[in-house]
């Protein structure tokens, strides 16, 4: 009987950070780590047309690759099944994998695309320094949301709606990934101005809001702003800028119930939610 979640790692690992994918699998492979027991692990050269029955069976997957560009450490979004994805007998997308498998088998796995950043693609053995970096981040998520995911790892009865104010979609992105496994409810916003009127209307019991968007205070005047209309509950400060902006920040006086860094460890994060919003 398959596990509930799968993660597939592709890549070329004769191609320096191209085998970033491989590498994460290994990772997996080798750690102990929190819902280790109730995740599959396919490393592969290439997504093709036997990946959509590793696919059946399980409620989420992760297809897993490096990235030539985008966002450090990683960058993760929503993958849905399409016939229109590229696919040919020998090289599939993830999309068209999945749409393999629901036509296939009946699949209805939910269903993320992680990708890692590298730095180096050419022909090498071993990731660069950089990109190793960025993998242990990826693992690292990838271990929580695992962890939420597994049989009675998911925050049961939480009715908690947490809001998201950042300009970085994949930052959002993996906020919601993490969240929504943890039980929680998930608004997002973009801006400052967007965040306003999302609290307005989704009523968030909690706020996470980045520090720097449109300007380089925007998150802390929104904070500032949210308890001038009377928003009691939490609010976390997300931030890039490094110690100092513990220093250069009183969290006391804006109303903030805390300051995290960049990149944001996920599980210290949710622990720290349910704990603030009484919900473990």
């Not at 997300?238 to 990149?263: C, H, M, T, W, Y």
Request: net charge negative; hydrophobic share 50%; with cysteine.
């Amino acid at each position: 009987m398959s596990r509930p979640g799968l993660v597939i790692g592709y890549g070329n690992p004769g191609r320096g950070d191209d085998g970033l994918g491989p590498r994460l699998v290994e990772l997996l492979e080798e750690r102990g780590w929190p819902g280790a027991d109730s995740v599959d692990l396919v490393a592969a050269f290439q997504l093709a047309p036997e990946h959509a029955v590793d696919v059946a069976g399980h409620e989420w997957v992760v297809f897993a690759d490096a990235a030539a560009g985008g966002p450090e450490p990683f960058g993760v979004r929503p993958v849905a099944a399409s016939a229109r994805a590229a696919f040919t007998t020998h090289v599939m997308e993830p999309a068209a994998v999945l749409a393999l498998a629901e036509t296939g088998f009946g699949s209805r796995a939910t269903a993320w695309l992680l990708s890692v950043r590298g730095i180096r693609f050419g022909a090498a053995e071993s990731l660069s320094r950089r990109a190793a970096a960025n993998l242990e981040a990826a693992v690292v998520w990838l271990g929580v949301v695992a962890g939420l995911l597994a049989p009675g790892g998911r925050g049961m009865g939480v009715t908690k709606t947490i809001l998201i104010i950042d300009d970085d979609p994949d930052i959002r992105s993996a906020l919601r990934i993490v969240l929504e496994a943890a039980g929680f409810s998930v608004g997002e916003a973009s801006s400052g101005e967007e965040g306003l009127a999302a609290a307005g209307c989704v009523e968030p019991d909690a706020v996470i809001v980045d520090l720097m968007m449109e300007t380089v205070d925007a998150g802390s005047r929104l904070s500032q702003e949210l308890k001038a209309r009377g928003f009691s509950g939490p609010i976390y400060l997300l931030s890039a800028a490094g110690e100092s902006v513990r220093f250069n920040i009183d969290a006391r006086e804006l109303g903030l119930a805390g300051i995290f860094q960049k990149p944001l460890d996920h599980g210290v994060l949710v622990r720290t939610l349910k704990k603030t919003l009484r919900v473990e």
